[in-house]
């Protein structure tokens, strides 16, 4: 299949993507950033035989196979609790091998344009590699992409063109200080009238959702007097309001939340000294993580409009093909 534009977010907690079909429709999707070694014994050949799962991607990068399960709601294992949460992400080979599964699970043989999208501190360190990494024909095994193109933005942007598509009029006379708040990393983007960046007064660093979930860990495991490492658990427990399985048995979290709410405090707090006076701005939040940091946001800026938008896991992606239509060249 031939994509025009595909805006691509690999985040440390989820890959979304986004692509403009036939009809003129965005369409989205998204699975967890996890690509587990493949494993060739005879064990894991018998039970993936057993277990066979049209979901599992199975992709080359450098000589080496990785399996990746591109179904969002697929069951969420122990070995999801094991992510890469280091600024070396976006080089590691299991970002590539992310990548190569989401064109597979697209079918894509074509690709005219890429965005790909960076946390803001780390982009100037990965944004060229990347550009030069997937232009070109692609192999990922037994499959070939051709890229046309490839651009690297600052992952709010995406969000930020999401905004101005959707047309908000209260926002156009407004300074906005998008809040994008991934797994791993929190950004933010200042934009004045007529959605011009102000760089100054923006920025970005490690302490997203992870962070929380970590908390959380940790004050669960102090309670059990055992170790839980169910990082990917938590999160999905949280998201779909439903209790966590720890030890066989199903554990209210909603009562350990207030224990990682100092680490979004402390982002918030780095957010406020890097913008300055704030009598200026709306804040808009959006991102995966974004619910997690939503009162932090509210108690740091007690007496400012907080905008939370709706599919923020999405907002990035879908801005991602905005930004790669209108720079088509």
């Known amino acids: 299949m031939h994509i025009s534009v595909l805006g691509l977010d690999v985040g440390h907690g989820f890959t979304k993507w986004a692509f403009r079909d036939g009809t003129g429709r965005i369409r989205t999707g998204s699975f967890r950033s996890v690509a587990l070694p493949h494993i060739d014994s005879t064990l894991a050949i018998s039970l993936r035989r057993a277990q066979a799962s049209s979901s599992i991607k199975t992709i080359a990068v450098d000589g080496q196979l990785f399996d990746v399960d591109v179904d969002e709601n ?9 992510r890469n949460e280091a600024n070396d992400f976006a080089g590691r080979p299991e970002y590539r091998a992310l990548l190569g599964a989401t064109l597979a699970y697209l079918d894509a043989t074509h690709v005219s344009t890429l ?9 100037a360190r990965y944004a060229e590699t990347l550009q030069k990494t ?7 095994g037994g499959r070939s992409v051709l890229v046309d193109r490839v651009v690297v933005v600052p992952q709010p942007v995406g969000s930020l063109l999401t905004v ?3 047309g908000d009029a209260s926002l156009v006379e407004t300074t906005i200080c998008l809040v994008d708040i991934g797994h791993y990393s929190a950004d933010w983007i200042v934009s004045s009238q007529g959605f011009t960046i102000q760089f100054d007064r923006s920025g970005g660093r490690p302490g997203g959702a992870s962070h929380i979930y970590r908390a959380i860990a940790e004050a669960l495991s102090g309670e059990l007097e055992e170790p839980f490492e169910g990082v990917d658990a938590i999160e999905l427990a949280l998201r779909n309001g ?8 199903a554990v209210d979290i909603t009562r350990y939340v207030e224990r990682g709410k100092a680490q979004a405090v402390e982002t918030a707090r780095a957010l406020r000294a890097k913008v300055r006076s704030a009598e200026d701005l709306t804040l808009v939040l959006t991102g995966g993580g974004g619910p997690l ?8 800026f007690p007496r400012n409009r907080l905008i939370e938008l709706a599919q923020g896991r999405l907002t990035n992606s879908i801005g991602f093909v905005l930004f790669g239509e209108q720079h088509r060249s």
């Not at 965005?115 to 982009?123: A, E, R």
């Not at 997937?134 to 990922?140: A, H, P």
Request: hydrophobic share 50%; charged share 15%; glycine share 12%.
């Open 242 to 249: 439903t209790p966590l399985l720890a030890f066989g048995q």
């Open 115 to 123: 965005v790909l999208g960076l946390p803001v501190h780390t982009f």
């Open 74 to 82: 697929s069951r969420v294992g122990k070995a999801l609790g094991e």
């Open 293 to 300: 940091y939503r009162d932090a946001l509210a108690m740091v």
């Open 164 to 166: 101005v598509a959707q």
């Open 134 to 140: 997937f232009r070109g024909m692609l192999s990922f």
